[in-house]
């Protein structure tokens, strides 16, 4: 019980830094601030859920080297591919607006 105190206040802390980073990036950008902050607040629900199903607990129980292979049906890591891209566009966006403006 404790190990997995120790995993979700983890959990809740790269959360909370990640937030941070992303507020940091958008500024006063409120639209995408909010579509990232629904992604936030849903990923440890369907990482709970995810962790619940028989299929995950058989792919836990696995050799971790094949984790590579099941990325593109693992949902909390799909999750996660997802806001990096949504960030990675924000920051070439942000770099995109500044060179105009600067020109």
């Known amino acids: 019980m404790v190990e997995g105190r ?8 790269d959360t909370r830094n990640f937030a ?5 990036i958008l500024g006063d950008n409120r639209q995408d601030a909010e ?8 990923f440890p629900h369907f990482l709970a859920k995810h962790l619940s199903q028989e299929s995950t607990r058989l792919a836990l129980d696995e050799d971790y080297s094949e984790i590579e292979k ?3 049906n693992h949902g909390p ?5 997802l806001l990096n891209h949504k960030l990675n566009m924000l920051k070439k966006k942000e770099k995109s607006q500044k060179s105009k403006c600067c020109i």
Do not use: D, H, P
């Open 6 to 13: 120790k995993l979700w206040g983890k959990l809740v802390n």
């Open 20 to 24: 941070i980073k992303i507020n940091t």
């Open 35 to 42: 579509q990232i902050a629904r992604y936030l607040k849903f």
């Open 70 to 72: 099941s990325l593109k």
């Open 77 to 81: 890591s799909e999750m996660i591919i």
